[in-house]
């Protein structure tokens, strides 16, 4: 079955900390890796995609990054407007939808 | 560019009513997947529809159905109402393929009472 974990599952940072979040995953044939931002009463915001082990993304404050069984989002120098639900989904190789994890909730203090 | 678009955003029904929900695609996008979100379970896939055929389903009750138009526009259906379908649910549209990002709407709040 595939699986994925999120960690850790909330965080509080001051602005200008630099952090990790982790996305361990299982899955029978990755076909990709999504990261996406919640902010509350909304849908997902998709950031970034990642399809093989090494691969690297970037966009602003966010680097997504990928290895054989898991996914790191580094945050650097956040700022409060960062402050979102961070949530990570597999797209498994079989004809499935998407299995998301439980996200981390990420709160930037000023 | 317009971005996926749900309607209503929120609903109260009662149990053992029955719902329907819809979803308009990014202008372009022919699949449109559907999903459930609850505080417990987090986000799960309930089905995803291409050129008006079902591709795909999760794990869900024979309750949950869905279809899709010719303009790829989609609906989402709830029969028979229970007090833990209270939940978002989303909607996302893709161009085409496995590996390209689905996008999301903001979701129809649903609540049973």
């Known amino acids: 079955e595939d699986q994925v974990t999120q960690s850790p599952e909330a965080l509080r940072l001051q602005e200008g900390e630099s952090s990790s979040l982790n996305c361990s995953y299982t899955?029978?044939?990755?076909?990709?890796l999504f990261w996406y931002r919640q902010d509350p009463g909304k849908g997902p915001e998709f950031l970034f995609t990642?399809?093989?082990a090494g691969e690297e993304k970037e966009k602003e404050r966010l680097k997504a990054t990928l290895t054989k069984k898991e996914s790191f989002l580094h945050i650097t120098a956040p700022k409060p407007e960062d402050s979102a639900t961070y949530l990570c989904?597999?797209?498994?190789?079989?004809?499935?939808?998407?299995?998301f994890g439980k996200g981390t909730h990420l709160i930037i203090q000023p | 560019k317009a971005g996926v678009t749900q309607t209503p955003r929120y609903l109260i029904k009662t149990r053992g009513q029955q719902v329907t929900l819809s979803c308009s695609p990014i202008?372009?996008?022919?699949?449109v997947s559907w999903y459930q979100q609850t505080p417990g379970q987090g986000l799960q896939f309930l089905f995803e529809?291409?050129?008006?055929?079902?591709?795909n389903k999760g794990n869900f009750p024979g309750r949950f159905s869905g279809r899709q138009f010719s303009n790829s526009r989609s609906e989402m259906n709830v029969s028979t109402l229970e007090l833990g379908d209270s939940a978002l649910y989303l909607c996302?549209?893709?161009?085409?393929?496995?590996?390209?990002?689905?996008?999301f709407g903001d979701g129809t709040r649903l609540s049973i009472l």
């Open positions: 202008s372009g996008h022919r699949s």
């Open positions: 996302a549209s893709s161009p085409n393929s496995y590996t390209q990002p689905q996008h």
């Open positions: 899955v029978s044939g990755l076909r990709g």
């Open positions: 989904a597999v797209q498994p190789g079989g004809a499935d939808g998407l299995t």
């Open positions: 990642l399809y093989s």
């Open positions: 529809y291409f050129s008006e055929t079902q591709r």
